[in-house]
């Protein structure tokens, strides 16, 4: 079984273009959803999140308030580095077990999406890497929009991770996703098309 890493910054549309291969026929494993899980009330990453950063971060409800935690992180590298270490190995370590029941289903390829897959070093969990690139001005323009926050903020987001171009020398594949979303879908049909190609010359 291929596992192909889908991976971009924030904001350049990462959710979009999965959406586009499910349609596709694609099994994804999306690291936000397992983020999301892992973070839950009860979970021990949740208890760890509490412990280090505070009842701040906590909702009325008991849930984690992950946008109090986001603008703790964005704000502080030190933080960040802090969160980096209780999170993603749990994400890492659900995400593995993911393919590898997928892997035992027989399923050909899997994408996992993953924002930080090449600054985290995850690299080798992946045979290739699909990059969801868009421009600077792009990027900027779609998180002030998306996130309701100023150009200043948002820059100090995308700070916070390895810049597209720099991600791009890592990348097997790109996928453009600055223009329309027309765009976009055309040209990952056209890259699933390929794979599937790929894919049958490899079993012959």
């Known amino acids: 079984m291929k596992v192909i890493g889908l991976t971009g910054g924030i904001a350049s549309g990462k959710s979009f273009v999965a959406t586009i291969l499910e349609s596709c026929g694609a099994v994804v494993v999306d690291a936000d959803l397992l983020a999301r899980e892992v973070v839950k009330l009860g979970e021990p990453a949740y208890r760890a999140i509490v412990e280090t950063f505070g009842e701040g ?9 992950r946008k109090a935690l986001g603008r703790i992180v964005f704000a502080d590298s030190a933080a960040r580095k802090v969160l980096e270490e ?9 995400a593995a077990a993911r393919i590898e029941r997928e892997r035992s289903r027989g399923t050909p390829v899997v994408f996992y999406m ?3 897959l090449i ?3 995850l690299t080798s969990m992946v045979d290739e890497i699909w990059l969801v690139f868009v421009t600077r001005e792009v990027q900027v323009e779609r998180l002030m929009k998306r996130d309701t926050i100023s150009q200043e903020e948002a820059l100090r987001k995308m700070a916070a991770q390895m810049p ?3 991600k791009a020398a890592y990348a097997d594949v ?3 996703n600055s223009g329309l979303p027309e765009e976009t879908a055309r040209c990952v049909k056209t890259e699933w098309k390929l794979l599937q190609e790929r894919l049958s010359s490899a079993e012959g």
């Not at 209780?86 to 659900?94: C, F, G, K, M």
């Open 164 to 166: 597209l171009h720099e």
């Open 174 to 176: 790109i996928i453009d």
């Open 57 to 65: 971060v906590v909702q009325q409800d008991g849930a984690l308030d």
């Open 114 to 116: 993953v924002p930080l």
């Open 119 to 121: 600054e985290a070093g």
């Open 86 to 94: 209780l999170t993603p190995p749990v994400i890492a370590e659900r």
